[in-house]
C-alpha cells in the first residue's frame, strides 16, 4: 500500500464529507473529551442535546469540577451508563488539582484520570493537541479489519493489539487529529457493520475484504453472551400527598440495574415477588403494609440482561422519615410522584414511575 496517497485520499474525503458535529468546531479539550465520553455506547444523535445541555450547564472542566454530583448526573440522566458522568466529574477534579485545569498533555497522565482509557487519551491528545496516537474503537478496528481482510474477531485481545499496531501504522504524522477522526467517520457512514458502501468508499483501491468478496463477512461476528432474565419487584409508596420515596442502596445487584441512582425501593425476585419485596421493604425500610397493588408490568434491557421490571403501589398513611436530596448526604427522599422523572434517575426508575403514575390514575 502507498501510504501517502492513501493518507490523502481518506483525508480529502473526510474535509470535503465530514459530518458537522458541534465537538468538530473546538479544540477545547475539555469539549473534545466529553464528546468522546458522551459517545461511548451511545448513537450521536442522542448524543447532541445532551451535550450542548451539559456545556451550558459546565461550560469549564472548573465549573464541572465544582458542580454538585447530583447536578451533573441529573445533567446526564437519559443518557444511560451513568458511570461515566461520575468518573467525568472525578477527572475533572483531578485536572483542577494536578493539572491546573487543563487536560494533561501526555499519555501517561492522561491515562492516570479516572474513566480514561486508552481509546479516550489518543482521541482527545491527537485532536486537541496533535499529539501521534491512533484511536481504536469497534468502528476503526472493522475498517482496519476490512482493508487487511483479517479474519477472526476483532476483540480477541492478540488481534486488536495488532490492529492498534496498524491504526497506529497508518496515521497521518502531521494531521493526527484529523486522520483519526476520517477513520472514525469512515467507519460510522460508509464502512458500516452491515451493508458496506464500497462504491462511496474513497479508499475501495486499498481494500483486501472487498477485492476478495467478504467486505459482508469480516469480521467475524462477536460471540454474544446469551441474555438473562431478571425479575425486580420495585415498591413505589404514595402518601396522602401523592409523594413517593426514592432510597439510594449501597449495594445489591438491584441496585446496579438502576445505575447506583436514586431509585424506588427493588429486590430481585423470583416466583412470589410481591412477597419478596413486602420482606425487603419490612427488614430494609421498617414498612409493613397490608394492601398493595401490582401495576403494569415495565420491560427494560441493561447489556445482555433482560429486565422485568414488577411495580407494586403501596398507599401509606406516612412515608418513613427521610433527609432532604442534597446531592450527596440522604439514604432515602421523599419527592411527588409526578417528579421522579425530572430527578437524576436511571430509565429503569423511570419506566417504573411511568408505570406508576398511570395505575394511580385509574386508582
Ligand atoms: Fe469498508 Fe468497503 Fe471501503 Fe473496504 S471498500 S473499507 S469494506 S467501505
Redesign the pocket.
Known amino acids: 500500500m502507498k501510504l501517502p496517497a492513501f493518507r490523502r485520499r481518506l483525508l480529502a474525503w473526510f474535509d470535503v464529507r465530514k459530518r458537522e458535529l458541534p465537538w468538530r468546531a473546538s479544540r477545547d479539550p475539555y469539549r473534545i473529551w466529553l464528546s468522546e465520553v458522551m459517545l461511548q455506547q451511545t448513537r450521536v444523535a442522542a448524543v447532541l442535546p445532551y451535550y450542548k445541555r451539559f456545556l451550558r450547564l459546565f461550560p469549564t472542566v472548573r465549573a464541572l469540577a465544582r458542580a454538585q454530583q447530583h447536578a451533573v448526573l441529573e445533567a446526564w440522566a437519559g443518557l444511560g451508563y451513568y458511570s461515566r458522568a461520575r468518573n467525568l466529574q472525578r477527572a475533572a477534579q483531578e485536572i483542577v488539582r494536578r493539572h491546573r485545569g487543563k487536560f494533561p498533555r501526555t499519555l501517561d497522565a492522561a491515562l492516570e484520570l479516572p474513566g480514561v482509557g486508552r481509546y479516550t487519551a489518543a482521541a482527545v491528545l491527537s485532536i486537541a493537541y496533535g499529539a501521534p496516537f491512533a484511536v481504536l474503537d469497534g468502528n476503526v478496528a472493522r475498517?482496519l479489519a476490512?482493508?487487511g481482510a483479517v479474519r477472526g474477531e476483532v476483540r480477541a485481545p492478540a488481534r486488536w493489539r495488532s490492529l492498534e499496531a496498524a491504526a497506529q501504522h497508518l496515521l497521518a504524522p502531521r494531521a493526527p487529529g484529523e486522520w483519526n477522526q476520517a477513520m472514525m467517520e469512515?467507519g460510522a457512514t460508509?464502512?458500516t457493520p452491515r451493508a458496506?458502501?464500497?462504491g462511496d468508499?474513497p479508499?475501495?483501491a486499498y481494500?483486501r475484504?472487498?477485492a476478495l468478496g467478504l467486505?459482508e463477512k469480516v469480521p467475524a461476528k462477536r460471540v454474544k453472551r446469551s441474555p438473562e432474565n431478571v425479575l425486580l419487584a420495585a415498591a413505589v409508596l404514595l402518601d396522602p400527598q401523592r409523594r413517593t420515596l426514592l432510597v439510594r442502596e449501597q449495594d445489591g445487584a438491584a441496585h446496579e440495574l438502576f445505575s447506583r441512582m436514586w431509585q424506588f425501593p427493588a429486590v430481585a425476585a423470583g416466583r412470589d415477588a410481591e412477597t419478596a419485596l413486602r420482606r425487603h421493604m419490612r427488614d430494609a425500610l421498617g414498612i409493613e403494609t397490608a394492601h398493595c397493588l401490582a401495576l403494569p408490568v415495565a420491560r427494560h434491557a441493561v447489556t445482555y440482561r433482560r429486565v422485568a421490571l414488577l411495580p407494586f403501589l403501596f398507599c401509606v398513611d406516612e412515608l418513613p422519615s427521610s433527609r432532604p436530596a442534597d446531592g450527596g448526604s440522604g439514604c432515602c427522599t421523599a419527592l411527588p410522584l409526578g417528579e421522579v422523572e425530572r430527578w437524576p434517575t436511571s430509565s429503569a426508575t423511570r419506566k417504573i414511575a411511568r408505570a406508576a403514575l398511570r395505575g394511580v390514575a385509574r386508582v
Open positions: 475498517v476490512r482493508l469512515l460508509v464502512c458496506p458502501a464500497c468508499c479508499v475501495a481494500c475484504a472487498r467486505q
